[in-house]
């Protein structure tokens, strides 16, 4: 059983992105010292990528080896791959398009105007085949332990792209799934799933604004994942949340960074 969910505050979303980016640098350049190389699941939505843009223009972010850096998505939106809804388009706009990281290991999930056309199920596939590619013998299994997770957050619970109710939520064979429908537009897109999710060794569950405090009070007080997918986005060694005040508003008493 992971450790129980850890939460800290911060003052505002801007204040969020700058010290998640920081948290980032000090992670990557850690595990790269122990182990040589590091691995990120990055996500869509706009906090996940004002971290990223914090990221570039953070001085620290020349502390970290980008050439020994694996980089994954959480999910994407199966939209062509010049579409600006792409997450993997906005994180190279960005961030990635401005540093030397090396190709080869930036793992992006196929748009619909690539190699498997507009199959998501195909690219969904693919994609597991991916990760089954870059899983070690000692991650057991078909899923990388990916050293960390950026996870985003909706108000009615999503998390990557599984929604409430939806098949996604209930599917344990598969890594990584196509999602139909989605309420949240583009609508078809590619997504881990819980199993996946919960391979990371941390997960960090990055989220701001008033419209997510009831679905992080609600999760972080044990609601059921497939009525609120974010309860199940666990890390094998932590689970941590990084909120602004706002979204933060409904848990009680949770010191905030700064204390103000
Ligand atoms: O591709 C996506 O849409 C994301 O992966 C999604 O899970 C996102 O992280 C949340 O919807 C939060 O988005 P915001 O940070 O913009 O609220």
Not at 41 to 50: K, N
Not at 122 to 150: I, K, Q, R, S
Not at 212 to 240: C, H, N
């Amino acid at each position: 059983m992971s450790p129980a969910p850890e939460a800290v505050v911060y003052a505002s979303p801007d204040l969020l992105a700058a010290a998640c980016a920081a948290r980032l640098v000090t992670k990557i350049v850690d595990t790269q010292a122990a182990k040589g190389s590091a691995s990120v699941v990055l996500t869509g939505g706009g906090t996940g990528i004002a971290i990223l843009e914090q990221l570039r223009t953070s001085p620290a972010r020349d502390a970290i080896d980008w050439s020994r850096l694996d980089l994954y998505w959480g999910d994407e939106r199966f939209v062509p791959a010049d579409d600006p809804e792409r997450n993997e388009k906005q994180a190279r706009e960005a961030l990635l398009d401005h540093v030397p990281v090396d190709p080869a290991r930036v793992h992006a999930m196929a748009a619909s105007d690539g190699e498997f056309g507009d199959d998501p199920d195909a690219a969904a596939a693919a994609y597991a085949e991916v990760l089954a590619a870059n899983a070690a013998p000692e991650d057991h299994g078909d899923v990388p332990t990916f050293d960390v997770m950026l996870l985003g957050l909706g108000g009615e619970g999503h998390t990557a792209s599984i929604f409430p109710e939806s098949p996604a939520a209930y599917e344990n064979e598969r890594s990584v799934v196509a999602v139909r429908n989605c309420p949240k537009p583009p609508p078809t897109r590619v997504s881990l799933t819980f199993r996946a999710i919960r391979s990371a060794a941390e997960v960090w569950l990055v989220t701001t604004g008033e419209a997510k405090a009831d679905a992080v009070a609600l999760a972080m007080s044990g609601a059921g994942e497939v009525q609120l997918p974010v309860a199940g986005a666990r890390g094998r060694r932590r689970t941590l949340w990084l909120l602004d005040t706002t979204a933060a508003s409904k848990l009680g008493d949770v010191p905030v960074s700064p204390r103000v």
